[in-house]
């Protein structure tokens, strides 16, 4: 199994930027994607963003135009830029990952311990 740890996470002011790092070690497929989802309070985890090694990438809606996923493949490491963050943003971030296949939204089966992020109005 994949294991991730993520970083990067902190308490920021509406309209500033973070980039969140995920690290990720032990038995990683050859191909496999990688993923940031988040959980705000009271609510379920959603995916934010993926990509696969050949950098496809995905963006849920609501995050389209203010956040890139990137990835370092030599480095094993996944990277989640957010820009002009909003209070709505407050949320655990997790790093996840899955053998590619068919779908880079659903299936994770590896995730991290999440990383806060907290953005103030």
């Known amino acids: 199994q994949v294991q991730l740890v993520e970083s990067g996470g902190g308490l920021v002011q509406a309209g500033d930027s973070l980039t969140l790092s995920c690290a990720a070690s032990?038995?990683?497929?050859?191909?496999?994607?990688m993923a940031w989802f988040r959980q705000a309070p009271g609510k379920e985890r959603v995916i934010v963003a993926a990509?696969?090694?050949?950098?496809?990438?995905y963006y849920v809606d609501s995050v389209k135009g203010r956040v890139t996923i990137s990835r370092d493949n030599a480095k094993n490491m996944a990277f989640l830029q957010m820009n002009s963050l909003k209070p709505e943003d407050t949320a655990v971030y997790y790093c996840?990952?899955?053998?590619?296949?068919?779908?880079?939204?659903?299936?994770?089966?590896?995730w991290g311990q999440g990383t806060q992020v907290t953005v103030s109005s």
């Open positions: 996840a990952a899955k053998p590619q296949g068919f779908s880079m939204v659903t299936g994770y089966d590896s």
């Open positions: 032990g038995r990683t497929p050859d191909t496999y994607y």
């Open positions: 990509i696969s090694r050949g950098s496809r990438t």
